[in-house]
């Protein structure tokens, strides 16, 4: 699976780098999981290391499995999403904050 991970957390007095969110996607992604617990896993994860209640997790792939049932359109592409906090709570800050972050 080819796949793109996009996170975005308030942090709540914990930060962590870019490389740690990297590290965190691929680790989860050796995983024979679902796109939807995968996405879920890494929400989870932040929150519980991070201690904030405001993640969203955006998880892009292209999956070999859809190929090989004969989908041959290779634009084909599941999104799946994950909003933790205020940003399953808070719509006005779902849409304007993470469209603006991921550049929609």
């Not at 957390?9 to 996607?25: A, N």
């Amino acid at each position: 699976m080819k796949y793109n991970v996009s996170v975005v957390y308030l942090p709540h007095g914990y930060v962590i780098g870019l490389s740690k969110v990297s590290r965190l996607s691929k680790l989860l992604a050796k995983k024979a999981l679902l796109q939807e617990v995968y996405t879920s896993l890494i929400a989870e994860t932040i929150i519980k290391y991070l201690k904030t209640p405001d993640v969203a997790v955006i998880v892009r792939g292209e999956h070999l499995c859809m190929r090989m049932r004969g989908v041959e359109d290779r634009e084909v592409e599941v999104v799946v999403s994950e909003m933790r906090g205020q940003f399953r709570d808070d719509k006005s800050l779902i849409r304007m904050e993470i469209m603006s972050l991921l550049g929609k």
